[in-house]
């Protein structure tokens, strides 16, 4: 459900933040501009530049980043920042090298599981291992791009190039194209090295369904360091259910018969193979003799003389590292990962095999999510506490030193820190605690890139030393005069934040945004949800125009972070275990009948918005309490959650064959035919996520049933409604339909006699 929490941010805009500066602002020309839902979802962005897929060359001279352009801020090219000269130029303009060429399907759904589908341009890029060139995928085909600013086109062919990688050293390049693993020398033609099967249902070197979807694992193959091996996935999908799927377009509808994983059914055969570059000396790895598991992890040890998979069960209670001889295939477990009692195995990139053939491991084995050292047979817990590591950030092994984001200091503003593998208590503090942070850094961590926000300034980037000392503005994101949001300052509003307590005494986290409030004046309540396990939505990070431009509209904006959500530990998370629909459900309540207690809120006006889990939770809202809300608002709702996929929904509800029971309790629809409150349904219809048969029964059964409802649907789109005009239709109708329903602001009119 990696999925559903994207999908929700995406589909609201509450945006992903982007960039500022260190102290409020003081030299703007206070504008009262009004904030338009036009100029929030048009170009440039209101939250300024918003630069993605930032990294550091091999040598570390360069940064490079994906820069999006003023006039059409979904369209990115690739820019340098040469640390020796300060200077920034444009490494590969995306619309000159272009050739307009329609990406593949397989490209297309691939994007989807990234949640970028909607961006153009170039959304990817890996740097050579000699620093001198970088590869650029492009429209479906291939490009070389020299320091001296020179294009070389590698590929031109009407399918895509998919997962193309750059081998460890450089020397070699590789995709997938027709279900086949393509290699070659660079400056060589690639050719295929796995089989041509007969079946189209078997592919090789590309990650399944769950495992893009679900399990963020976005490739099927993986290099060895001296580029001596390469392991590849081969996917057999034959076992999986067929789901007939209707992309309903504005003109027309197509009809997809798509292999889909549903809770309960088989899922795809992983096998795993190591090869040759050429494709020869193959050998099958040894993934155990039960074969309904999955494929989390892939990695070579540093030396490339073992290969580690991390083997996790099909209820995902525990994970096997397998230690695996890459010359034969065969396997021992290294050791096993156990969920604690009642809860599951959060995968994680959290971890780091040494030179020195130690680990650097992520688990929440004491409750919280901390770092271990496994070595020599032995654990070595690195960070203790009743707060989360949240990530690992890099590892300084010459140095010893380990860097990582945790929730230390504040739960909801993230910060950064090093430790010392000698003494691990010694921990240093990184980052300004006067933001929420975001950190990574490149492979040898020599360098800090930095990028942080607060609630009243859009993120900033920079790059810093491995001290935290800030060594040069990569976006300083200055609200000065000239910044798109300059005009908008006048109203914008902060944020206020606390916790109200949950049935059991549990702290939940809120944040609130008001207009000024006037002695004596209450005001409507736009309660925005997602309340499935994930995602943090309350944090001290920028919230973004949307959020504001609701504000402006006369609305309290108002969030909640329920039992289930992310980084508040294993007690925190495990109440929503085998009881989706319930726990969040009642949380989410405390929320709104604690916004009744304060004067100022129109208790009559408190509306209920979520998108995906939180179109769910909307419909559960609705029917465990009526009256509690004005209305609802239900964007994408999984509305049964047999048909959703395997690895989501069997992490926290089980099978259907033996939590039959918890299933029942979960579903929305029974629930939603006695809705008694106005409820706005809203669904993209060609969704390949929550398929729009999940819209589609709740509809006929309602009809069915004379319960009264609005709906919104949007033809030809998938999970992610969104886009400069259709943006503005959805949140149009969204405030139409509350005004229509009385829970809106109060219009002030003429005075009568």
Not at 42 to 56: D, E, V
Not at 447 to 453: A, E
Not at 734 to 741: E, W
Request: glycine content about 10%.
């Amino acid at each position: 459900m990696r999925t559903l929490i994207a999908a929700m941010l995406l589909a609201s805009t509450v945006a992903a933040p982007v960039l500022a500066q260190e102290a409020p602002v003081t030299d703007v020309a206070q504008q009262d501009a009004a904030l338009t839902l036009e100029r929030v979802f048009g170009s440039p962005s209101l939250n300024g530049p918003a630069p993605r897929g930032a990294q550091i060359s091999p040598d570390g001279r360069y940064l490079t980043l994906l820069r999006n352009r003023e006039d059409d801020r979904e369209r990115y090219d690739l820019w340098g920042y040469d640390r020796e000269t300060r200077e920034w130029r444009m490494l590969v303009d995306s619309e000159a090298l272009g050739s307009g060429r329609a990406l593949s399907e397989a490209e297309k759904m691939q994007r989807e599981r990234l949640r970028i589908g909607s961006l153009k341009g170039i959304v990817d890029y890996q740097w050579a291992a000699d620093g001198q060139a970088l590869l650029v995928p492009l429209e479906g085909d291939l490009y070389l791009a020299r320091l001296d600013g020179s294009v070389q086109r590698l590929t031109d062919t009407e399918e895509s190039e998919l997962n193309p990688t750059l081998s460890q050293t450089g020397a070699w390049v590789s995709f997938v194209r027709d279900r086949q693993l393509w290699t070659g020398r660079l400056g060589q033609q690639p050719a295929p090295v796995t089989p041509e099967e007969a079946s189209e249902l078997v592919t090789w070197g590309e990650a399944e369904f769950v495992a893009q979807e679900e399990m963020d694992r976005h490739t099927g193959f993986w290099w060895s360091p001296d580029d001596a091996r390469i392991a590849v996935a081969r996917v057999d999908e034959s076992p999986v259910g067929v789901v007939t799927r209707a992309a309903i377009g504005a003109t027309g509808t197509r009809v997809y018969d798509q292999r889909y994983p549903a809770a309960g059914t088989p899922n795809a055969d992983v096998r795993l193979f190591v090869m040759n570059p050429d494709g020869a000396a193959q050998v099958e790895v040894d993934l155990g003799a039960d074969k309904d598991i999955y494929v989390a992890r892939v990695d070579w040890a540093p030396d490339g003389q073992a290969l580690y998979v991390q083997r996790q069960d099909r209820l995902q209670t525990k994970i096997d590292m397998l230690k695996v001889d890459p010359a034969t295939g065969a396997s021992e477990v290294l050791f096993t990962e156990r969920a604690a009692e009642g809860h599951w195995i959060n995968l994680t990139n959290n971890y780091r095999f040494m030179k020195d053939g130690s680990l650097i491991w992520w688990s929440e084995r004491d409750g919280f999510g901390h770092l271990y050292r496994f070595a020599g047979g032995s654990w070595t817990q690195l960070t203790d506490g009743e707060w989360m590591v949240t990530r690992l950030v890099g590892v300084d092994e010459d140095g010893g030193r380990v860097f990582f984001s945790a929730t230390k200091d504040n739960v909801l503003a993230q910060q950064t820190y090093v430790l010392d593998l000698v003494n691990p208590s010694a921990q240093t503090l990184l980052t300004d605690k006067a933001f929420s942070n975001a950190v990574q850094m490149d492979g040898a961590a020599r360098s800090l890139l930095v990028s942080r926000s607060n609630d009243t300034q859009p993120t900033q980037v920079y790059l810093a030393d491995t001290t935290g000392e800030r060594l040069a503005w990569i976006e300083e994101n200055r609200l000065d005069a000239s910044h798109p949001y300059a005009p908008f300052l006048a109203s914008h509003r902060s944020a206020t934040y606390g916790t109200v307590p949950a049935e059991d005494g549990t702290p939940l986290h809120w944040m609130m945004i008001t207009p000024e409030l006037a002695a004596g004046k209450t005001y409507p309540v736009f309660f925005q949800h997602y309340g499935g396990p994930g995602p943090q939505g309350v944090t001290r990070g920028w919230k973004g125009a949307l959020a504001q431009a609701i504000v402006d509209r006369g609305y309290i904006y108002f969030e909640l972070d329920n039992r289930g959500s992310a980084n508040r530990g294993v007690a925190f998370e495990k109440p929503i275990y085998r009881a989706m629909g319930t726990v969040e459900v009642a949380d989410q309540k405390a929320g709104a009948e604690y916004l009744k207690t304060l004067d100022f809120v129109n208790d009559d006006k408190i509306s209920t918005y979520g998108w995906s889990y939180g179109g769910y939770m909307t419909l559960k809202q609705l029917a465990a309490d009526p009256g509690l809300y004005a209305a609802g608002i239900s964007g994408a709702p999984v509305t049964r959650w047999e048909l959703y996929d395997t690895h989501y929904t069997e992490r926290f509800m089980g099978l259907p064959s033996t939590d039959g029971a918890a299933y029942e309790r979960s579903a929305a629809i029974e629930g939603a035919l006695g809705i008694t409150d106005p409820m706005l349904l809203i669904h993209g219809m060609a969704d390949d996520n929550v398929v729009f048969e999940n819209a589609s029964e709740l509809i006929a059964r309602m009809q069915g049933e004379a319960v009264p409802f609005e709906m919104m649907l949007y033809p030809g789109f998938t999970h992610r409604v969104g886009g400069p005009k259709v943006s503005v239709h959805v949140w149009t109708s969204i405030f139409n339909f509350l005004d229509r329903n009385g829970a809106g602001p109060e219009v002030s009119g003429p005075a009568t006699e």
